[in-house]
């Protein structure tokens, strides 16, 4: 159970639920997606669609062009901001978009993954994750002396800054956003960082780092529980990390004493500190997961999973920044399924990825598929849905959303994500592309003989599609053992 379960808790899942998945499905489909709780509740306390575009709203550059990865040709994109000068990009030489790129891997002989990866306005990728750890150990991974990191690669790939978070117990981080002038950044830690103490376990810290990464405010916070942070998101002061508290154990024994529960924890900034506001949980008796946040003015959206009870399935729930419920949508009945991430339409919509074992979309291709659905954030009515996938399992682990409304998912397929696809063997990264109406225009799988698992794709404000996570080969350059951490770029066919 040691090989995706650190990423994505498929094969937890799968190990913890024997039944047949579709047979919990429900004939009043999966596409309720206003549930009686909404109960109308609307106070509407932001629109998100001033939730992080700058004025980029409705750019149709290459919006449908099948073959368009994102070349050198789209550089003199209107809608295009990132130009240069903002951010002080070494590389720059002419068009920020006319930028040549390598691969990159990395790692040592022990395990090494990239947990997430955002780009800057000037093209600078900024990367999330451990080294050093050990997965294939404990319920728990990494373990060992992993330490977590915070990296810069430069617009052709090229090795930038990067800040280390090393006690002298396990850590990680697990995700970052962009802000003003530097970062936010989540991650976990079995150890204790100078005026903390660890709280049991693992506990999650959540740090601010400037534009070059010194890092000038750290904060860890956690219970006797492991807590798993998933992803960050910030909207001014507050500063939102959904993830789960995983399975506990408690130390000594070797009984599990929970199962995992979705945990969704909000910070509030101030000069003086960074503050715990208000946490959420949810814990059926089964395994519970969350996935993705996404802050917006007022408030946040948080996804994730459960695979039990009432309400099992996929899920997304907003909230207001004062911890005010304001809906729920259950994406589909079925406790297998997930969902993986969140992102805004241009137009403001929230779009919700994830996988199913059922039919979603007009067609399913067997197996888990992808699927997209299309919200409105207001009131959670669903508005739109499509599915994609190959005849085996394809299981989603990130969706970026471009200026033209394009949709980027990437994950793992254990088959061919198209029939013209090659597989490589055990899981292999693969990325699609849909036009905002939800038409597939791209696909890209990459793989090595083993594990091959993104943790996000990111579009650039050229186009320029990366994916990054982890590789147990050769994916992106020279295999230095076990799990090593890869950027590519992404060629669409
Ligand atoms: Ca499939
Ligand atoms: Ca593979
Ligand atoms: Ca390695």
């Known amino acids: 159970m040691t090989r995706i379960a650190f ?27 206003a549930l009686p709780e909404d109960g109308g509740v609307v106070p509407d306390a932001g629109h998100p669609e001033d939730g992080g575009e700058p004025g980029d709203a409705g750019e149709s550059v290459d919006a ?42 990395f790692g040592g002989a022990l395990d090494d993954e990239i947990t997430d990866l955002r780009i800057g306005d000037d093209g600078t990728l900024y990367l999330t994750g451990y080294e050093g750890g050990l997965t294939g150990v404990t319920n728990i991974e990494p373990t060992g002396d992993a330490l977590g990191f915070v990296r810069a690669l430069h617009p052709d790939g090229s090795a930038g800054w990067k800040t280390t978070f090393d006690t002298t117990g396990t ?24 005026n903390h103490t660890n709280q049991g376990q693992q506990d999650t ?20 529980k492991p807590q798993h942070p998933r992803r960050i998101s910030t909207f001014g002061e507050f500063l939102y990390v959904g993830g789960q508290d995983d399975d ?25 500190g960074t503050v715990r506001a208000w946490d959420w949980a949810l814990g059926s008796a089964g395994t519970d997961f969350g996935t993705s946040v996404l802050a917006v003015p007022g408030g946040v959206f948080l996804s994730g999973m459960s695979d039990s009870g009432a309400q099992r399935g996929p899920f997304v729930r907003r909230f207001s920044s004062d911890a005010d419920f304001l809906w729920g949508a259950r994406l589909t009945q079925v406790a297998l399924d997930a969902a993986a991430d969140l992102a805004l339409t241009p137009g403001g ?7 199913t074992l059922t039919q979603v979309g007009a067609v399913s291709y067997g197996e888990m598929d992808a699927f997209v659905m299309r919200i409105d954030p207001v009131s959670g009515t669903l508005l739109a849905k499509w599915q994609a996938g190959g005849p085996d399992t394809d299981w989603v682990t990130g969706m970026d959303v471009d200026a033209a409304g394009n949709v980027y998912l990437t994950g793992v397929t254990w088959g061919k994500i198209d029939p013209d696809a090659t597989f490589h063997g055990d899981e292999d990264a693969f990325v699609l592309r849909f036009d905002a109406s939800g038409q597939r225009t791209g696909w890209w799988q990459e793989g090595t003989p083993g594990l091959d698992t993104p943790s996000a794709v990111r579009v650039d404000r050229c186009g320029r599609v990366f994916v990054a996570g982890y590789t147990e080969g050769p994916l992106a350059g020279a295999h230095e053992g076990r799990r090593d951490a890869f950027v590519r770029r992404v060629t669409f066919r």
């Open 7 to 33: 990423v994505s808790p498929l094969f937890l899942l799968l190990a913890c639920s024997g039944g047949d998945p579709a047979s919990s499905d429900r004939p009043d489909s999966g596409a309720d997606a």
């Open 171 to 194: 850590d990680t981080v697990e995700s970052l956003a962009l802000v003003p002038g530097g970062f936010r950044i989540a991650g976990r830690t079995t150890g204790a960082f100078p």
């Open 349 to 355: 919509d929230l779009l919700v990825a994830g996988s």
């Open 248 to 272: 506990y154990v408690p130390t000594n024994t070797n009984y599990v004493e929970s199962w995992s529960d979705t945990t969704l924890a909000a910070f509030e900034e101030h000069a003086d």
């Open 205 to 224: 810290f959540v740090a601010a780092l400037d534009a070059v990464g010194t890092v000038t405010r750290i904060v860890q916070t956690g219970s006797v």
């Open 64 to 105: 449908g062009k099948p073959d368009d990865a994102g070349l050198p040709e789209d550089g003199g994109e209107p809608g295009d901001a990132g130009l240069p000068a903002d951010g002080g990009d070494p590389t720059d030489a002419g068009s920020p978009c006319d930028v040549a790129w390598t691969d990159v891997q």
